[in-house]
């Protein structure tokens, strides 16, 4: 009977560090369980840095921003974009709303839901010139661009408006007072304003792809240049603000 007793006494003395070590082993893994289980909550409950922390840019245009006739993610919006992550570790987000053939009327149209879904805080308008390309009144280009402006400012977005011009051979009057409407809204809205977005590229027939209207691929980096002159400042002014 005393050696019965002693032997178990001894077992159970045996098994105490094993028994200690199993209890470790399952408080360890229950700490991992509960890590992991709580490892979303903990995320969330962190400030996010992700691309587009720094607001949204919508790009509401036509064939000059829609990389009509080049390749794909070679047009000045996508440069723009290149151009941003290398300046700004989380980069404005950019949305490229641009249709190859809109006039104005269907920029207006498409407008509201962009505003709605995006809440952009930049929006550029590069529209217009399909207005005069097919003769439309422009005093409905006039409105439809005021509109626009008035719509996207409306829900506190700043307006960069890209002017534009027309060939000479569409009659001297209506060419001047299509390219003079540009800065006329700009004064009257407070939009900045790009005074022409395709300068630089009048005079070189080579920066143009074969229909002589669109800009070839080698000469988005010039359209760029004229959209960030005043991009660069507007983007700099709101980066202040938020600042204060």
């Known amino acids: 009977m005393s050696i019965l007793s002693h032997d178990s006494a001894s077992s159970r003395s045996n098994d105490l560090p094993r028994l200690g070590g199993i209890l470790k082993a399952l408080a360890l893994v229950s700490l991992i369980n509960i890590t992991v289980l709580l490892s979303p909550a903990l995320q969330a409950a962190q400030p996010l840095t992700a691309p587009g922390a720094s607001g949204t840019i919508v790009v509401l245009g036509d064939s000059l921003s829609s990389e009509y006739g080049i390749r794909r993610n070679s047009g000045w919006v996508q440069l723009l974009r290149e151009r941003l992550a290398q300046h700004d570790p989380t980069p404005p987000t950019i ?62 977005a700043t307006v960069v408006l890209a002017g534009m011009q027309i060939p000479a051979n569409y009659g001297p009057a209506y060419t001047k007072q299509f390219r003079d409407l540009f800065p006329a809204l700009a004064a009257q809205t407070g939009a900045q304003l790009i005074p022409f977005l395709l300068a630089g590229l009048e005079t070189d027939r080579d920066l143009f792809i074969a229909d002589g209207i669109h800009p070839a691929e080698h000469a988005q980096p010039l359209l760029l240049e004229n959209v960030w002159a005043v991009l660069e400042p507007t983007l700099a002014s709101k980066t202040a603000k938020r600042s204060n």
């Open 95 to 156: 949305i490229n709303a641009s249709i190859s053939g809109d006039t104005t009327s269907s920029g207006l149209t498409r407008l509201p839901a962009l505003l709605t879904k995006q809440q952009p805080d930049i929006v550029i308008v590069e529209l217009g010139g399909n207005d005069a390309l097919r003769g439309l009144s422009l005093d409905m280009t006039r409105q439809n661009l005021l509109e626009m402006i008035e719509l996207s400012q409306s829900i506190g």
